[in-house]
Protein backbone atom coordinates (compact mmCIF):
# COMPACT_ATOMS: atom_id res chain seq x y z
CA UNK A 1 0.00 0.00 0.00
CA UNK A 2 1.38 3.52 -1.22
CA UNK A 3 2.04 6.15 1.81
CA UNK A 4 -1.35 7.37 1.64
CA UNK A 5 -0.98 11.37 3.14
CA UNK A 6 -3.68 13.63 2.75
CA UNK A 7 -1.16 15.89 0.35
CA UNK A 8 -0.84 12.81 -1.97
CA UNK A 9 -4.38 10.99 -1.73
CA UNK A 10 -6.06 14.44 -2.18
CA UNK A 11 -4.07 14.76 -5.69
CA UNK A 12 -4.70 11.29 -6.72
CA UNK A 13 -8.75 11.99 -6.40
CA UNK A 14 -7.93 15.52 -8.59
CA UNK A 15 -6.11 13.68 -10.94
CA UNK A 16 -8.75 10.96 -10.92
CA UNK A 17 -11.96 13.69 -11.56
CA UNK A 18 -9.90 14.82 -14.35
CA UNK A 19 -8.61 12.27 -16.33
CA UNK A 20 -11.43 10.42 -16.30
CA UNK A 21 -14.21 13.18 -16.19
CA UNK A 22 -16.00 11.73 -13.67
CA UNK A 23 -17.22 13.95 -10.13
CA UNK A 24 -15.34 14.17 -7.05
CA UNK A 25 -17.71 11.49 -5.60
CA UNK A 26 -16.78 8.55 -7.79
CA UNK A 27 -13.55 9.89 -7.93
CA UNK A 28 -12.96 9.40 -3.89
CA UNK A 29 -14.57 5.92 -4.58
CA UNK A 30 -12.54 4.44 -7.30
CA UNK A 31 -9.98 5.15 -4.76
CA UNK A 32 -10.95 3.54 -2.10
CA UNK A 33 -11.32 0.69 -4.18
CA UNK A 34 -7.98 0.65 -5.65
CA UNK A 35 -6.53 1.14 -1.74
CA UNK A 36 -9.12 -1.23 -0.36
CA UNK A 37 -10.07 1.38 2.19
CA UNK A 38 -13.45 2.77 3.87
CA UNK A 39 -15.02 6.03 2.48
CA UNK A 40 -14.91 7.22 6.55
CA UNK A 41 -11.02 7.01 6.65
CA UNK A 42 -10.38 8.22 3.15
CA UNK A 43 -12.61 11.83 4.43
CA UNK A 44 -9.68 12.57 7.17
CA UNK A 45 -7.06 12.36 3.96
CA UNK A 46 -9.03 14.83 1.89
CA UNK A 47 -7.86 18.21 1.58
CA UNK A 48 -9.94 21.73 2.22
CA UNK A 49 -10.19 22.43 -1.48
CA UNK A 50 -11.47 18.93 -2.22
CA UNK A 51 -13.77 18.77 0.78
CA UNK A 52 -15.25 22.07 -0.51
CA UNK A 53 -15.42 20.74 -4.23
CA UNK A 54 -17.16 17.67 -3.04
CA UNK A 55 -19.42 19.82 -1.05
CA UNK A 56 -20.56 21.92 -4.41
CA UNK A 57 -21.00 19.16 -6.46
CA UNK A 58 -22.88 17.60 -3.27
CA UNK A 59 -25.22 20.92 -4.03
CA UNK A 60 -25.77 20.76 -7.17
CA UNK A 61 -26.48 17.14 -7.37
CA UNK A 62 -29.43 17.98 -4.61
CA UNK A 63 -27.93 15.41 -2.22
CA UNK A 64 -27.09 18.30 -0.10
CA UNK A 65 -29.88 21.41 1.15
CA UNK A 66 -28.74 24.76 -0.52
CA UNK A 67 -27.28 27.39 1.77
CA UNK A 68 -29.13 30.62 1.86
CA UNK A 69 -26.36 33.57 0.45
CA UNK A 70 -26.37 37.21 1.09
CA UNK A 71 -26.23 39.19 -2.08
CA UNK A 72 -22.81 41.30 -2.81
Not at 22 to 31: C, M, P, Q
Request: proline share 6%.
Amino acid sequence: MLDLTPENFSKEVQDTADTRGEGFIDAILHKCDEYHIEPEFASSLLSKSIIDKLHNEGIDMNLLPKTAQLPV
